[in-house]
Every structure is written in structure tokens, then in C-alpha cells.
């Protein structure tokens, strides 16, 4: 059924006919554990754990909170390959900037809005037990129920087929669709147990100028992995390690005097990307010259070696 959120957001609720038993406890406590035993499982990972039982609810969101944020999102259309027209930005807000604007003192008009996209991270044998292709696209849809001229089938043939295309030079890519093959991904691509995730964490989801406090810029490392996650009927996360970025915890706060730690990625060689990139515009910069910077929004990860 369809339940009306706003005139901004629709969300498309159904609840697929095949019937599972999983324990999501069980699973937080045994394969997290194992794997990553020093690190803590994020806060917005844990939102989204499916919750334990037999029938698995799908949200698929016909327009996000966060388009037209500022915060750039991922695949072909994004960073590098993504010409001035195709990145959605919102007028006012901060979209790119410098890395050497990572620095105490300095303000930018930031928006990190609480993302509609409450899509559920399914354990693996249930995620591999559904059909993610475009190839059967048809069985897809027919699972939830969706109608193939919709905006949701639309959705859907979108993300899956981002997930299948080759990723942009200097990308690895996969789209994790459980919560052990996230962790798979990211420790496979980082070579080791020892990682720390971070996220975005925001008190308040207002658009309006933060300052970065004192000694509020952390470099957490010049390799990782970055996690985000997509517009599917459950949890979908795109997840790529790109060259030659560095990661960023940047410590602010805001007009009103609330605060936010969020995430920045500093790409610091840009002269692959496309010559007209709005970044290039923005910064008024060209490609390969200085490293460019952007937020990530609060359902992105970032996996870093500790």
C-alpha cells in the first residue's frame, strides 16, 4: 500500500510473501563480533538492522530528503564523472570546498537532513535468497508487488542497474546487500580486523551556517572505504574504495548552537574527472590542480584501517 509522508516524500510500503526465521541479535552479537571484534557497530547501522521475525517490511522512497542537499551521492553520475547539469545541488549550501578550508574558524552553510530511506539491512541468506538483477527485474517487482510503469519500479531498475555498471577508473565497487557482506567488502578491501566506521552525526537537521570548532579536524586516514546507502526496498549499500582520497572527522557547530560531527572526503587527484564538473565551477579551480572536499550524509559509512 502506499502511505503519503509529505508532498516531498511518498513512501511505498509492502511486505513480501516469502517467509524467513532470523535472529538479528544473534547475528549483531556473533558475525560483527567475530569479525570486527574492536569496533563498535554504528549507531546508524543498528537503525537499520531488520528486525527479528518472519516477514520483511520494504520501504522504497519515491524522492528522498536528500536530493538537492548539497551532499553529493555516488555512482556514474557523481563525483568525477558527473557533468555541471547532473549534480543536484541545493542553492546556498556548501556542496564543495577546499581541503584547506578544514580549519578552525571557518563557517559554511551545511544541510544534513534525516534521510527518508528506511530500508532494512537483511541477513545474508535472506538477502541472497531474492533476486538483484536486472535480468529479473520482472520477478523483482512481482516480489513487492510493484507495478512496472510506476516511480517505484523505476527506482528499482535504477539502483540495481547502478550497482551494475563498471565502476568509474580508480573505483572498486560492490553493492553489499546484507550485513555480512558489508563487512566482508570492506574488511577484504582494508586487509585487516582492526577498523574503525564513522558516520555523520548531526543534533539537528536544520539548513543554517557551522563553524568548525578548535582543533575540531581529525584525518582518520588515507584509505578507506565509503558506504552509501541507496534508494531499494530494503537495505542497499553502495560501497567503493577510490584512490587517492583522505578521510576526515570535522567537529562543528552550528548558529543555533547545536552540533554535528560529520564526515568529509577530500579527493586529491581530480584530473580523470569530467572538465565540467560543477565542483570545477563552484571552486573555480582545474581538474588535477588542488583536492576537492565534500560531506557525506548521516546513511553513509566510512571504514578506515585503526
Given at each position: 500500500?502506499?502511505?503519503?509522508k509529505s508532498p516531498q516524500s511518498r513512501l511505498f510500503t509492502i511486505a513480501i510473501l516469502r517467509s524467513y526465521a532470523f535472529n538479528t541479535e544473534n547475528l549483531k552479537n556473533s558475525y560483527w563480533q567475530s569479525a570486527l571484534p574492536n569496533t563498535r557497530l554504528p549507531k546508524s547501522l543498528q537503525k537499520i538492522l531488520q528486525p527479528d521475525g518472519r516477514v520483511i517490511e520494504a520501504d522504497i522512497n519515491v524522492k528522498t530528503t536528500l536530493e538537492g542537499s548539497g551532499l553529493p551521492t555516488i555512482g556514474k553520475d557523481s563525483y568525477g564523472a558527473a557533468a555541471a547539469g547532473k549534480v543536484q545541488v541545493e542553492p546556498g549550501v556548501t556542496a564543495f570546498?577546499?581541503?584547506?578550508?578544514?580549519?578552525s574558524g571557518k563557517k559554511m552553510k551545511l544541510h544534513f537532513p534525516k534521510t527518508t530511506n528506511r530500508g532494512k539491512l537483511l541477513p545474508r541468506k535472506?538477502?541472497?535468497?531474492?533476486?538483484f538483477s536486472t535480468t529479473k527485474l520482472s520477478e523483482i517487482l512481482n516480489d513487492f508487488r510493484v507495478q512496472p510503469a510506476s516511480v517505484e519500479a523505476e527506482?528499482?531498475?535504477?539502483?540495481?542497474?547502478?550497482c551494475e555498471q563498471a565502476g568509474i577508473q580508480g573505483e572498486d565497487k560492490y553493492c553489499a546487500t546484507s550485513l555480512e557482506s558489508l563487512v566482508d567488502f570492506c574488511v577484504s578491501k582494508l586487509g585487516n580486523k582492526n577498523i574503525k566506521v564513522y558516520s555523520t552525526e548531526v543534533d539537528k537537521e536544520t539548513k543554517q551556517e557551522y563553524k568548525i570548532?578548535?582543533?575540531?579536524v581529525k584525518n582518520i586516514g588515507d584509505r578507506s572505504v565509503v558506504c552509501h546507502k541507496q534508494n531499494y526496498a530494503?537495505?542497499?549499500?553502495?560501497?567503493?574504495?577510490i584512490q587517492a582520497t583522505r578521510a576526515y572527522?570535522?567537529?562543528m557547530v552550528a548558529s543555533d548552537g547545536s552540533k554535528a560531527?560529520?564526515?568529509?572526503?577530500?579527493?586529491?587527484?581530480t584530473h580523470t574527472w569530467n572538465h565540467n564538473h560543477f565542483a570545477f565551477q563552484l571552486l573555480k579551480i582545474k581538474p588535477g590542480t588542488v583536492p576537492i572536499c565534500h560531506f557525506l550524509p548521516n546513511d553513509s559509512l566510512v571504514w578506515v584501517p585503526n
Open positions: 500500500m502506499c502511505k503519503s570546498f577546499l581541503e584547506n578550508d578544514l580549519h535472506v538477502a541472497e535468497s531474492m533476486p527506482i528499482l531498475r535504477q539502483t540495481i542497474e547502478e570548532v578548535g582543533k575540531g530494503y537495505a542497499v549499500f553502495y560501497c567503493h574504495e572527522m570535522v567537529s560531527e560529520a564526515v568529509a572526503v577530500c579527493h586529491t587527484d
